[in-house]
């Protein structure tokens, strides 16, 4: 039978679970925090550009995605370029 | 908490300070012997790219110009998926096993979520293996199916006993194996594949155990809608003859999460002490009782029209009961209540629930008695009941040697290892927890080795962590 929490103590204090970054340094240009990401989780892909050089990089995604999965997707794929 | 990724944004760094190549992906302009280029503009990386002479760029730059303008309100044609399939291939593994320890159970979930968001799990069709005196099979009845797919209210609204339910639902895991010691009951040993569903939006089995038929779970297959095929193995892990090769293969390695509740060591049923001087866990177990199906099952008489009615009775008991429970709560007293029906709380039954409530105010302060607990400790007696059996010393190393004797017989590691100590509420003893979570650490590290993490995250003291630094 499933098991309840008890009741007799107060209900736990919900973690915050802190926000993930939502923008990123441009592996270009550098610059910092330039790169911004678009999330299209009803196609399941994504899209994060850099407003000051213009790089743009596109992948797929899934509705548990965050924007920093799209960043690290990105720097991924530039790591296996090199 | 997950932590920011630094390391990735410092990696990004080095990344444009590395040499260019001409034809790389990401652009460039190779310079042997030069110093380090700074990354190229966008009209460099076009002529690098095409190798097409300067004065040809500023046509060209012209035309994906008007391509972007063009593209700006729509995203690039990848394939619409149905449900939750990714589009992305490539799983990411980690260096070595993490461990993520939590206190409340659902709490494991915040770090599963992660894995599958950065593809260190596939997004479906994993394995759970979970060690736990409880199944934390029930479906809360509270939250919508469709909410399975909305990380936010997962991560807030769940609780201990329906956080896999929806994993299920979502299609991350398709099988769960629960392996218990022997003295746990609440769903017999061996293999059930059923479907799992939503019927108008509330989540549903076609699984005729008396588990799911308790909590109202249960559905025929016709009314289920956006099914999946799931299992459930259940294992006695205090048999010698438990082998992880009945439920794991090689082809597992990529999806196999081992999943250790502390309380499958040594646990206690914190409803027994509720209103203990009134022996109330005892008359709830009474008041609560229903017919359960197995017997028709395992004579073979059993059919869905049984089990539709065994449902139906039992709901319609929960109703009745809930009523009056609630009544007594904001009333304090039987007067006003509406008598039940008496096809579904017999006059023996509510004569049980009066002589409950007297021996209550015999033995404490009315405003001590909290009859909505009281309702819930009473969900809770079931035919087979919450365990409630704390080890010996002896028997905790019996089941030390048997989850070791498990992990050695292992055909595949496991991805991740997720852990509970489930003692915030009194499941697990807190004058054991300690020690049992010790000797599982001790037990893991002396069986996989180097290939587990040195350090365990410790959700439960707030230790920053990143599945990309893992």
Not at chain 2, 233 to 250: I, N, R, Y
Not at chain 2, 368 to 378: A, Q, R
Request: proline share 6%.
């Amino acid at each position: 039978m499933g098991r309840r929490k008890s009741k007799r103590k107060p209900p736990p204090k919900r973690k915050n679970i802190e926000p993930l970054d939502q923008q990123f340094n441009c592996p270009f240009c550098n610059h910092e925090k330039s790169c911004e990401v678009k999330m299209d989780k009803g196609r399941n892909t994504a899209k994060i550009t850099c407003r000051v050089c213009l790089e743009d990089f596109q992948t797929g995604i899934n509705f548990l995605s965050e924007p920093i999965d799209v960043y690290n997707d990105w720097v991924d794929a530039c790591e296996t370029a090199n | 908490m997950e932590s920011d990724t630094t390391e990735k944004e410092s990696t990004a760094a080095e990344l444009q300070s590395l040499p260019l190549q001409s034809e790389s992906v990401v652009g460039g302009k190779a310079g042997q012997g030069e110093a380090t280029p700074p990354p190229p503009n966008k009209r460099q990386k076009i002529a690098l790219d095409a190798a097409i002479p300067d004065d040809q760029v500023d046509e060209l730059k012209e035309k994906e110009v008007v391509e972007e303008e063009e593209e700006e309100e729509t995203v690039p044609q990848l394939v619409a998926v149905e449900r939750a399939q990714s589009t992305q291939s490539s799983l990411r593994k980690f260096s070595r096993i993490p461990v993520f320890i939590v206190d409340y159970h659902n709490d494991v979930l915040e770090f599963i979520y992660r894995c599958l968001a950065t593809r260190h799990l596939p997004l479906e069709r994993n394995i759970l293996v979970h060690f736990d005196s409880h199944p934390d099979l029930v479906v809360a009845r509270d939250i919508p199916a469709s909410a399975s797919y909305d990380k936010d209210i997962m991560l807030n609204e769940l609780s201990i006993e329906n956080w896999i339910m929806p994993t299920l639902y979502a299609g991350h895991f398709d099988r769960v194996v629960w392996l218990k010691n022997s003295w746990c009951q609440q769903i017999p040993t061996g293999k059930h594949d059923f479907k799992i569903g939503h019927k108008e939006d509330r989540i549903g089995v076609d699984c005729p155990l008396d588990y799911f038929i308790a909590e109202g779970n249960y559905c025929t297959s016709e009314e289920l809608q956006e099914t999946r095929a799931v299992q459930l193995q259940v294992h006695d892990a205090d048999s010698e003859s438990l082998d992880p090769a009945q439920f794991l293969t090689a082809q597992d390695a990529a999806g196999f999460v081992l999943d250790i509740d502390l309380d499958f060591f040594s646990t206690s049923n914190p409803f027994l002490e509720i209103y203990k001087d009134a022996n109330c866990y005892a008359q709830l177990t009474e008041i609560f009782h229903f017919e359960s199906v197995e017997p028709a099952k395992q004579a073979g008489t059993a059919t869905i029209a049984d089990y539709c009615a065994t449902a139906a009775t039992r709901q319609k008991q929960l109703d009745a009961l809930k009523r009056i429970f609630w009544h007594l709560e904001e009333q304090r007293s039987f007067d006003g209540l509406e008598k039940p029906d008496e096809s579904v709380i017999t006059p023996q039954i509510y004569a049980k629930i009066v002589q409950l409530a007297e021996q209550l105010q015999a033995k404490y302060p009315d405003d001590e008695i909290d009859w909505l607990l009281i309702f819930d400790s009473g969900s809770t007696t079931d035919n087979n009941g919450l365990p409630h059996h704390i080890s010996t010393s002896k028997e905790l190393a019996e089941y030390f040697a048997n989850f070791k004797r498990f992990l050695q017989r292992l055909p595949v590691p496991p991805v991740a290892i997720t852990m509970a100590h489930s003692a915030q509420d009194d499941y697990c003893p807190q004058d054991q927890v300690a020690f049992i979570e010790e000797q599982v650490l001790r037990l893991l590290r002396e069986v996989f080795g180097d290939k587990l993490h040195e350090k365990a995250i410790l959700h439960y003291m707030d230790d920053p962590w990143d599945v990309m630094k893992l």
